[in-house]
């Protein structure tokens, strides 16, 4: 068990540019999370993904953001034209099915991304 | 709005003391419940997970879960100063089977 990693760790890019930024969750796991975190504040959902299906997006993922996982595998999260209020740390987690994890369903964070848009 | 309330703490204790952090939670259906230590510059980390009301005890770390008063804590006994982070409490609520609504999360400092 490796853990969830994502690519890049950090990402400084200019303002109007775009950033792509990759998850590869825990093998065994088939859901897939990701969150925004600021500074001072909890992590907020942004969207899920069991296996390839995205099932829910929140309104904070404005029509800027795009997020796939094709083959149930890694996850990619895309934001076009950047703006400065979109500096975050950037999370993926990973959960099992809790159908087969007999019941659990925990959900681990990888080292995240952080975006700095300047 | 689902909300998750924790004090901001700091809580400052010293080394060897118990440390309490307490999180209240606004949605009734609300089913698990997670606690995350997260460092300064780094990733959130899964220390604990309660679903059910009572205590849940790992270690140096207790859950404490009542669903009535909507209420979940966690103690840290024989607190090291390397349990120095800030703790988020974590819910899953009960219209939700996956989204966690976090905490803004307590600064705790253990101090040697």
């Known amino acids: 068990d490796t853990g969830v990693s994502q690519d890049p760790r950090h990402k400084i890019t200019k303002r109007g540019q775009n950033v792509t930024f990759r998850c590869d969750p825990i093998?065994?796991?088939?859901?897939l999370y990701w969150y925004r975190q600021t500074l001072g504040q909890g992590p907020e959902f942004l969207t899920y993904?069991?296996?390839?299906?995205?099932?829910?997006k929140s309104r904070l993922l404005s029509d800027r953001f795009s997020a796939e996982r094709p083959k149930g595998s890694f996850s990619t999260l895309e934001i076009q034209r950047t703006e400065q209020g979109d500096s975050a740390m950037y999370l993926c987690?990973?959960?099992?099915?809790?159908?087969?994890?007999?019941?659990?369903?925990?959900?681990?964070f990888g080292p995240g991304t952080r975006l700095t848009v300047t | 709005q689902k909300e998750v309330e924790q004090n901001s703490g700091p809580l400052s204790v010293p080394e060897g003391a118990i440390a309490s952090l307490n999180c209240t939670y606004s949605?009734?259906?609300?089913?698990?419940f997670f606690w995350y230590r997260q460092y300064s510059g780094k990733s959130p980390e899964l220390i604990m997970f309660?679903?059910?009301?009572g205590d849940k005890e790992d270690g140096r770390f207790t859950a404490q879960l009542n669903k009535a008063s909507q209420y979940v804590s966690l103690l840290i006994r024989d607190s090291q100063p390397s349990d120095s982070a800030t703790y988020l409490c974590?819910?899953?609520?009960?219209?939700?089977?996956?989204?966690?609504?976090f905490g803004k999360g307590t600064l705790l400092t253990v101090n040697p």
């Open positions: 987690a990973s959960s099992p099915n809790p159908g087969w994890a007999g019941g659990r369903d925990e959900q681990y």
């Open positions: 093998s065994e796991h088939n859901r």
């Open positions: 993904f069991q296996n390839e299906a995205q099932l829910e």
């Open positions: 949605d009734r259906g609300s089913q698990s």
């Open positions: 309660i679903y059910s009301n």
């Open positions: 974590a819910v899953k609520g009960g219209g939700s089977n996956y989204k966690l609504t």
